[in-house]
């Protein structure tokens, strides 16, 4: 199976060149790594320009966005830029972050994964990060979501389910679209990513309501975005984003702001989201 990267990137220097590195380092290699480089202002196109000097498969994208870092929006428009320079077929398509360092057989085996079972649509690892000198399982993994930083679709189910959402909650809507559409979702504990920033480094403080949007635009309704809310504040150990969430959930709410589903679709998500519940706590 063929499988083409897309990493969008921006100040990306410190990071970028570990990532290519345990690229061109995987056993069963792409067809083609995509950098876009989003508005860099440090020396991530230099570097990226460097490998795909040495590398024929790796091409760097300039694009110019925004400069503010909003969560979803900008990462999935960089993205998008790469993606629509794919003028080959793939069976797969990867999204990763510019900050990431994956083991040598990760893609062998999401390849593995894929032709196990025609109808898994995404496969994903598991992010570590370095607390002292230790790797650390991140704690905002769950063994039922693939993060964001490393997504791998089946060409069939990117599709179906219209690509990423240029949004907050983009790398959650697309695994519930892909399960209403029939698709499974694998995740793989013995992918072990290292994942070198933390999650929301870089984001603007005007960032923060943009959660609680997020759980309204998935069609979550008040409950369920409350519940969620309280256990992303916690996991994250800042317990008043949970009010901020919740405003940013009122302000979508009473601006009636557009779904990123249908009405249809956001019925099975509240559902699903129920039926997950009752399982983690029975």
């Not at 900008?74 to 320079?85: D, H, I, L, N, S």
Request: aromatic share 14%; net charge positive; glycine share 6%.
């Amino acid at each position: 199976m063929s499988y083409f990267i897309v990493i969008p990137s921006y100040n990306e220097e410190k990071y970028i060149a570990l990532t290519l590195e345990s690229l061109v380092n995987q056993t069963v290699l792409p067809t083609k790594i995509i950098v876009v480089n989003d508005n860099s202002t440090d020396g991530t196109a230099v570097i990226v320009s460097g490998f795909a000097k040495k590398y024929s498969f790796i091409t760097l994208v300039n694009t110019t966005s925004q400069a503010i870092h909003l969560p979803g929006s900008k990462v999935v428009r960089a993205f998008q830029k790469g993606f629509e320079t794919i003028n080959e077929p793939f069976d797969i398509i990867v999204k990763l972050d510019a900050d990431l360092i994956l083991p040598e057989n990760y893609f062998e085996m999401i390849i593995e994964h894929f032709k196990s079972d025609a109808s898994i649509g995404m496969v994903g690892g598991f992010a570590f990060i370095k607390k002292n000198e230790d790797w650390i399982l991140e704690n905002l993994t769950d063994n039922d979501h693939i993060r964001g930083a490393f997504k791998s679709y089946r060409k069939a189910c990117f599709e179906q389910i219209g690509g990423l959402k240029p949004a907050m909650g983009w790398d959650t809507v697309d695994e519930l679209l892909a399960q209403f559409y029939g698709w499974k979702i694998k995740t793989d504990d013995s992918l072990k990513i290292k994942h070198l920033k933390p999650t929301g480094a870089n984001y603007n403080k005007s960032a923060r309501y943009k959660q609680g949007e997020a759980f309204y635009s998935l069609g979550y309704g008040f409950l369920i975005t409350a519940i969620a809310s309280l256990k992303l504040a916690l996991l994250k150990k800042k317990p008043f984003l949970f009010l901020d969430y919740l405003i940013g959930f009122w302000k979508a709410n009473t601006t009636k702001k557009p779904l990123l589903v249908t009405l249809e679709q956001a019925k099975f998500i509240r559902n699903y989201r129920w039926r997950k519940m009752r399982e983690k706590l029975f």
